[in-house]
């Protein structure tokens, strides 16, 4: 493919000056950076294409070969643009850049991050609602150095990365920015390390926090507890707590929506003649339910038992006890029995 002129790539005029030229690559290079667009390959080829076109307008000496004799007269003139070298003398725009994206100053108020945790519940909690006292153990900011890991909070700019918390570093022909190693992106470093967590910035708590689990969650659900996550630091305000809801499967029923489904297994006679049946209570020590399946019913049909179940998580009210009719087909017959089938299989020939 033929090499696009660097003025069209930076989508600059021919008599741009350095500062518009720096603006155009910024632009792009923040547009296209493999950072931002991980997975996408033109990306990657057009964040190259940029900074090629960059480093040579950039340079007196390469542009005034370039504007003269083309991308083949650069060559001739030994200017051949290295494509390992593609980032050569762009670390300082590049520093720029990143630091457009720096994080929050060190000294700022910082929210405490969030604090997830996991509860497994009984299928009669999802419909009464229930209470539960959860143990956490979790990292929180030192009180002492307010998370800093400094004595005292004090800290020095780091000389590393100059404060930008941030550093370009080469993964084959890109520059990708990386936390810096040595501040752990913060941009300073503490002058003496806090006793009370050496030097950590954290401290490892236990605690226990009572948490209301409304009735109608489901497995699945996520229930956020507003201000039980990590302190925040320097007047920050504190995390959430992230309550991952399981819900431990019921010998009988399954959830289905509000619903609560279970199997009502009936025998012949009974779907036939028509009975009253029990249907299993929902929590263990609860007292059974009363069903009445008329004459007739057959495999399939649904019994309800309106508004036993979870309450709705959408509107009023509460999802019903639904039994689905299985009739059993007796195995294993007495010879007794196996007469009084023949004898109804006749009837039915009649
Ligand atoms: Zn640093
Ligand atoms: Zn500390």
Redesign the pocket.
Known sequence: MAKRDYYEVLGVPRDADAKSLKSAYRRLARQHHPDRNPDDPNAEAAFKEAAEAYQVLCDPEKRATYDRYGHAGLESHGFAVDPSDIFGGLQDILGDFFGGFRRQRADAPTRGADVRTTVTIELADTVEGTTREIDLRHASP?G??Q???AAHGEMDRCGRCNGMGRLAVRRGAFVVQVDCPDCQGRGQRAKAS?Q??E???Q?IIDRRVRVEIPGGVDHGDTLRVRDEGQEGTRGGPPGHLLVDIRVAQHPHYTRDGDDLVFPLHLSFPQAALGAKLAAPPIRADGEPYEVVAPAGIQPGETLVIAGEGPPRRRGRGRGDLVCVVQVDVPKDLSPKARELIEKLAQSFQG
């Open positions: 030192c002492d150095c998370g800093t890991g806090c009370e967590c030097g950590t910035g401290t």
